[in-house]
């Protein structure tokens, strides 16, 4: 790493000469800039020269631009109550790609817990002049321990220029480790023409670990206990002892991030730009929900009717297969039914093309 970027990285704020939009790239190398507005090519007339913390991590962008767009489709398509008509009509805004300051923290957890297990008795008792076995359900103790590492990445900015949904996705995630190097500018991109837009950290990692990062491993925690704890329970407590081996660790951490719309409604979906995890937030048909739960209570009614009005426990049992058949026949023909639209929306992406 050369001199000029170990001392200092320059947050440089711009605004272009010739349609006045601001601009905000991490660029310490670069004399011209291209507006992503007009593509005006100019000196940086600097506006912002102001010293930041250099980052001590970065995770590189793995997913590309055409990776997104296919990870948008089959996110669509797996989500079981899509309105059917919305390949017909969705519209996206524009595609925002960006390095994001994160801290991380990393270490590990002691968790207890604590909770009341179902057991089964046997008892018998006389029923029609036979004796009959029959089980009585109670309720005794239990209590265990849990333990775990954990290492997650907590959003180090807040303001206006992240869109919301974006801030609280990232606002704690899980760190993919392995994705992670040392900093080194070429990493980002900074020696090319990409236009990468990036913001300087101005949130504590104190106040931060104390507001996201200890709740999110402390329900990491719970979630361990609840693994290790009977799962014929109820009033599962849980405590958490959580140990830091890093604090607040600066990294910067690639996202995509797009708008699309559907019925005059807003809709997104990001993607941590490792490819780690992703989020998608899409609109609900509630005829699809309704249609489900119908099939199932159909058949279900059909059961109990069998079992309580005729004592036909083999019907009632088919009937109850039924009910969970038949909404996974529904759910299986509604994706092939989405599969198409999308297919006929985007004949250009892989997706289409892996399934003509």
């Known amino acids: 790493m050369s001199e000029t970027t170990s001392a200092a990285l320059k947050l440089q704020q711009f605004k272009c000469p010739s349609c006045g939009q601001n601009i905000t790239q991490l660029t310490p190398f670069k004399a011209s800039v291209e507006c992503p507005y007009c593509h005006q090519v100019s000196l940086n007339p600097l506006i912002v020269n102001k010293s930041m913390r250099l980052p001590e991590r970065v995770i590189p962008f793995t ?93 180090a900015y807040s303001g206006e220029d992240v869109p919301q949904e974006l801030q609280d996705f990232a606002s704690a995630i899980d760190n993919p480790g392995a994705s992670s190097y040392e900093y080194d500018p070429s990493l980002m991109g900074l020696d090319e023409d990409q236009q990468l837009i990036t913001l300087e950290m101005n949130l504590d990692p104190r106040k931060i670990w104390s507001t996201f990062g200890r709740q999110y491993v402390e329900q990491k925690a719970a979630e361990e206990c609840g693994r290790q704890a009977p799962s014929d329970r109820k009033n599962l407590r849980t405590s958490a002892k959580i140990d830091l081996t890093a604090d607040g660790v600066y990294t910067m951490v690639p996202f995509w991030f797009v708008y699309f719309f559907y019925n005059q409604e807003r809709w997104h979906f990001i993607t941590e730009g490792s490819g780690s995890c992703q989020y998608l937030s899409a609109p609900q048909s509630n005829a699809i929900k309704f249609t489900r739960w119908g099939i199932a209570a159909l058949f279900l009614i059909l059961a109990a009717a069998a079992l309580f009005l005729m004592s036909d426990i083999i019907t009632a049992a088919v009937f109850a297969g039924c009910a969970w058949l038949g909404t996974k026949v529904y759910d299986f023909i509604n994706k092939k039914k989405r599969i198409a639209a999308a297919c006929r929306a985007f004949p250009e992406s892989n997706f289409a093309k892996s399934h003509s």
């Not at 989500?79 to 390095?99: C, G, H, R, V």
């Not at 008892?123 to 321990?145: C, I, L």
């Open 63 to 155: 997913v590309t631009q055409d990776d997104f767009g296919e990870q948008i489709i089959e996110a669509l398509v797996d989500e079981k109550n899509l309105p059917l008509d919305l390949f017909n009509q969705i519209t996206f805004d524009s595609l925002i790609k960006a390095y994001l300051p994160m801290y991380e923290y990393s270490g590990n957890f002691e968790a207890t817990w604590s909770c009341d297990e179902r057991y089964a008795v046997e008892k018998q008792r006389m029923r029609n002049n036979q004796v009959e076995t029959y089980k009585e359900y109670k309720y005794r103790p239990a209590h265990g321990d849990a333990y775990g590492n954990f290492s997650i990445l907590c959003l």
